[in-house]
Nanobody, 122 residues
Framework: QVQLVESGGGFVQAGGSLRLSCVAS????????MGWYRQAPGKQRELVAT????????NYADSVKGRFTISRDTTRKTVTLQMDSLKPEDTAVYYC???????????????WGQGTQVTVSS
């Protein structure tokens, strides 16, 4: 069983920075994707950024491109989200996500962290 533990959320003024980290425990398949999603009050959960294990390719929501940077340390099973130039609209609960992909069966397995609150004041 995989568990994801996030850290690094908090309160910051607009224009500031925060760094989120997520550590995975358990078995990570050789092909997997780790990433961050967020959910603001009254809104659906949305993708923020993802990074693959295969070649480290990244994907960002348009709203965070140029401001957020995702990275991972495969050896330490850690994914990090550096958030710069934060805006009040970035306020949300941020969730770490892992998707394991079984190459043999093409099945995928999804895991979520408990979430960490990020609040950006104007």
């Amino acid at each position: 069983q995989v568990q994801l533990v996030e850290s690094g959320g908090g309160f910051v003024q607009a224009g500031g920075s925060l760094r989120l980290s997520c550590v995975a425990s358990g078995v990570l398949f050789s092909i997997n994707t780790m990433g961050w999603y967020r959910q603001a009050p009254g809104k659906q959960r949305e993708l923020v950024a993802t990074i693959t294990s295969r070649d480290g390719s990244t994907n960002y929501a348009d709203s965070v491109k140029g401001r957020f940077t995702i990275s991972r340390d495969t050896t330490r099973k850690t994914v990090t989200l550096q958030m710069d130039s934060l805006k009040p609209e970035d306020t949300a609960v941020y969730y770490c996500h892992l998707q394991n992909r079984d190459v043999a069966t093409v099945l995928t397995y999804d895991y979520w962290g408990q979430g960490t609150q990020v609040t950006v004041s104007s």
